[in-house]
Nanobody
């Protein structure tokens, strides 16, 4: 069974940093893309960053220059380095994995940024 497991969330002060990790396993198909999304209460789930199989990255405009997405292909793991965090970025962050043409989601990890 496919697993998508996030870790690294927590409480940080404004201006601080966190590094999120997402490890995935269990599919016979290749990973086409992995990404991070966030969803605060009452809001829709929005893209933060993604990386495709050829290494192309994409970021939401609001996080460009502060967040970096990277991957370890041997471990099927994607990371999100978040710097200069802002209180409005408090949210549940979700890892998304596309195996072939099928989407999988992690359970989410809470990030809280205090002012």
């Amino acid at each position: 069974q496919v697993q998508v497991v996030e870790s690294g969330g927590g409480l940080v002060q404004a201006g601080g940093s966190l590094r999120l990790s997402c490890a995935t396993s269990g599919s016979r198909l290749s990973i086409n893309a992995m990404g991070w999304y966030r969803q605060a209460p009452g809001n829709q789930r929005d893209l933060v960053a993604r990386i495709t199989s050829d290494g192309t990255t994409m970021y939401a405009d609001s996080v460009k220059g502060r967040f970096t997405i990277s991957r370890d292909n041997a471990k099927n793991t994607v990371y999100l380095q978040m710097n200069s965090l802002k209180p409005e970025e408090t949210s549940v962050y979700y890892c998304n994995v596309i195996y072939g043409y099928i989407n999988y989601w992690g359970q989410g990890t809470q990030v809280t940024v205090s002012s």
